[in-house]
């Protein structure tokens, strides 16, 4: 069965350090989808990005590198130089391909940004 | 494009009364799915459809029905509700192998 594990309730920092955020995950396929959602104050929830499990490329956008290993079957999301506009909620998420729409979440990690 | 659209927004139900929320998108996605929100445990899968007249359940289906008669639109019933049923409500839709996207979400209280 498929599983997401964001072990960080809660995380804290300061204005302009660096924040990594942890996921792991469990599945049994071998083709998968790795997604990462951000959930600001407001409520709704906004794609950030989206990986195959064929491309362990590392990317980056701005402030934002997702840093994704197999072998560990971690895919960990980093804000570099944090904002206080970087609080919010934000979710880990899984997507086996011969399950398309059984998407599963991990409970997510609420990050707070202090001036 | 509206993308996904759910009502209301807000609703406040007694217990053992039954309602539906609506879902709608506007993209002509196949695959349309339901979640709750609930603190501290992400967001967990309610029921799902990859298609008209094609319904599944996810992790947590009970107390609730789905149906799929269009494309467009997947509603979700809360038979008779209940206070484990106050949650925060998420409709989503998806093309194949993409990310999905999300309405605005439902809160719900049941009193």
């Known amino acids: 069965a498929q599983k997401v594990t964001q072990a960080q309730t809660e995380i804290s920092v300061v204005e302009k350090e660096d924040v990594t955020l942890d996921c792991v995950y469990e599945?049994?396929?071998?083709?998968?989808?790795l997604f990462w959602y951000k959930q600001p104050p407001s409520g709704e929830l906004v794609f950030l990005i989206r990986r195959n499990s064929f491309d362990e490329q590392n990317e980056i956008s701005g402030r934002y590198s997702w840093n994704f290993q197999k072998s560990t079957s971690s895919f960990n999301f980093t804000i570099t130089a944090s904002q206080v506009v970087d609080s919010a909620v934000y979710f880990c998420?899984?997507?086996?391909?011969?399950?398309?729409?059984?998407?599963?979440f991990g409970a997510g990690t609420r990050l707070t940004v202090k001036p | 494009n509206a993308g996904v659209t759910q009502t209301p927004k807000f609703q406040v139900l007694k217990t053992g009364q039954s309602m539906t929320l609506q879902c709608a998108q506007d993209?002509?996605?196949?695959?349309m799915s339901w979640y709750r929100q609930d603190p501290g445990m992400g967001l967990r899968l309610i029921h799902y459809?990859?298609?008209?007249?094609?319904?599944d359940q996810g992790e947590v289906p009970n107390g609730y029905n789905v149906s799929r008669s269009t494309t467009e639109d997947f509603p979700l019933r809360l038979l008779s509700a209940a206070p484990s049923q106050t949650s925060v409500y998420f409709c989503?839709?998806?093309?194949?192998?993409?990310?999905?996207?999300f309405g605005q979400g439902t809160r719900l209280t049941v009193v």
């Open positions: 459809s990859v298609g008209a007249g094609i319904t």
């Open positions: 989503a839709s998806r093309p194949r192998a993409t990310e999905a996207f």
């Open positions: 998420a899984l997507s086996e391909v011969r399950r398309y729409n059984d998407m599963r």
């Open positions: 993209m002509n996605h196949e695959y």
């Open positions: 599945t049994r396929d071998t083709t998968y989808y």
